[in-house]
T-cell receptor, first 116, second 114 residues
Framework: AQSVAQPEDQVNVAEGNPLTVKCTYS??????LFWYVQYPNRGLQFLLK??????LVKGSYGFEAEFNKSQTSFHLKKPSALVSDSALYFC??????????????FGSGTRLSIRP | NAGVTQTPKFRVLKTGQSMTLLCAQD?????MYWYRQDPGMGLRLIHY???????AKGEVPDGYNVSRLKKQNFLLGLESAAPSQTSVYFC?????????????FGPGTRLTVL
């Protein structure tokens, strides 16, 4: 079965330290990969995406993600965490070759907590 | 530019009651979606629409109906609410060109069914 996994329910990081939120996927073909962030009582906001090309993509708020085809991963990273980065982060995969929106798969989410 | 808006923000229903959630977008997007978010389960697609007058089932469509009579609006209906439909509901929209377009989400509707 095709799936997206975010293996950590919660990630705790001290402010100023680098952070990584992990995402791995199991799909056939070459998927499109997305990261979204959700702040409390808000809808999801798009952060960044990988479609093709450079494996390192940069997005909003200083976040970046690295696509690793051999490890089927798309980890979200930031060199220096801010307290304001504390939120719920979702990885999503859109399966190639489908125009149907039903082929979007979201991970279960990782709660990022940045301590001052 | 309001983006994606949802009405209402909160609602409490009794089992068996019906209600309609309204989603509106002002970005001229073709695609619109309804998701439900439950703890530890991420987002699950209920129904979606690829254009005015069209709808299709997603991953968890049972107990819900939808309509897209106008391009900017996407309605989600619960005909006979059940406690299992207690959830946070999100509407989203996206451009139609290509599967690589990100989605824009509304602020959500928190629904409790007693």
């Amino acid at each position: 079965a095709q799936s997206v996994a975010q293996p950590e329910d919660q990630v705790n990081v001290a402010e100023g330290n680098p952070l990584t939120v992990k995402c791995t996927y199991s799909v056939s073909g070459n998927p499109y990969l997305f990261w979204y962030v959700q702040y409390p009582n808000r809808g999801l906001q798009f952060l960044l995406k990988y479609i093709t090309g450079d494996n390192l993509v940069k997005g909003s708020y200083g976040f970046e993600a690295e696509f690793n085809k051999s490890q089927t991963s798309f980890h979200l990273k930031k060199p220096s965490a801010l307290v304001s980065d504390s939120a719920l982060y979702f990885c999503a995969v859109r399966l190639p070759g489908y125009s149907s929106a039903s082929k979007i798969i979201f991970g279960s989410g990782t709660r990022l907590s940045i301590r001052p | 530019n309001a983006g994606v808006t949802q009405t209402p923000k909160f609602r409490v229903l009794k089992t068996g009651q019906s209600m309609t959630l309204l989603c509106a977008q002002d970005m001229n997007h073709e695609y619109m979606y309804w998701y439900r978010q439950d703890p530890g389960m991420g987002l699950r697609l209920i129904h979606y629409s690829v254009g005015e007058g069209t709808t299709a089932k997603g991953e968890v469509p049972d107990g819900y109906n939808v309509s897209r009579l106008k391009k900017q609006n996407f309605l989600l209906g619960l005909e006979s609410a059940a406690p299992s439909q207690t959830s946070v509901y999100f509407c989203a929209s996206s451009y139609s060109q290509g599967d690589y377009n990100e989605q824009f989400f509304g602020p959500g509707t928190r629904l409790t069914v007693l």
